[in-house]
């Protein structure tokens, strides 16, 4: 028979690991407050009745980096995203904000985590007359639509890659949501994209990070190459 230990020591020896979470993503502080889980019984028949959001770690070629993501209940579209370095709340107020400009939902419903239970990420909320949803301790399948969702991102994308830094897995990411959003069909919608399904355009996807996406950058690019044209004829000019 073959034991544990000579299973280890041969993935070992191959280079195999197990693919498992381990940097813990959630972390509450006593002293916030909580709120109680809105969703539970709840009937979501439409758009922008109750986002969630949550966040994950991506494995880097060295170390990690975490994700955010801020997602529409009934459609499954990533309204935005973001990542960082560190699990300060920064990046998630980033990502808060970006989906913000897009639209406002009646419910917000995230984890017990200190990013979302921070005072400015609540008084954001309350700002928009926002329903604050959290799930309950050990309570997972309650924010089970995230959960589905970086279970995607990581199979279909992140495992198959090698980030060599941030810039890389953000060029990465942008791709595979507008993937996600625009051109992956769901089964639980009736073979629809999340886009087709929330009724937005395609350039309404934002994320919180500086980079534009490729469309754009294409866009900046030709018109700074117009506009150097235009000085060179008014300087011989």
């Known amino acids: 028979s073959v034991n544990h230990k000579r299973i280890r020591r041969l993935m ?15 972390q509450n502080i006593i002293e916030h407050s909580k709120y109680p889980c809105l969703l539970r019984g709840l009937d979501i028949s439409k758009p922008d009745m109750a986002w969630c959001s949550d966040i994950t770690y991506i494995p880097m070629r060295r170390g990690f980096m975490y994700l955010v993501a801020v997602m529409d209940y009934y459609s499954r579209y990533v309204l935005s995203w973001s990542v960082s370095n560190t699990l300060e709340s920064l990046f998630c107020l980033d990502a808060l904000d970006e989906a913000l400009r897009i639209s406002v939902p009646q419910i917000f419903h995230s984890d017990q985590g200190k990013q979302y239970t921070c005072g400015e990420f609540v008084d ?43 810039h890389e897995l953000i060029r990465s990411l942008e791709s595979f949501f507008e993937y996600y959003n625009y051109r992956k069909p769901h089964q639980s919608l009736d073979g629809r994209t999340p886009g087709e399904v929330y009724g937005q355009k395609e350039d309404s996807l934002c994320s919180a ?9 294409n866009e900046l690019t030709a018109a700074a190459s117009t506009l150097n044209k235009d000085k060179i004829g008014m300087d011989n000019g």
């Open 209 to 217: 990070q500086a980079t534009p996406s490729p469309l754009k950058a």
């Open 124 to 166: 954001t909320l309350r700002s928009h007359d926002i329903d604050i949803s959290m799930s309950g301790k050990g309570r997972a399948f309650d924010n089970i639509l995230v959960e589905r969702l970086w279970r995607t991102v990581k199979y279909e994308e992140v495992y198959l890659q090698e980030y060599a830094d941030g």
């Open 12 to 26: 070992r020896k191959m280079g195999l690991c197990a693919v498992y979470p381990r940097p813990r993503t959630t």
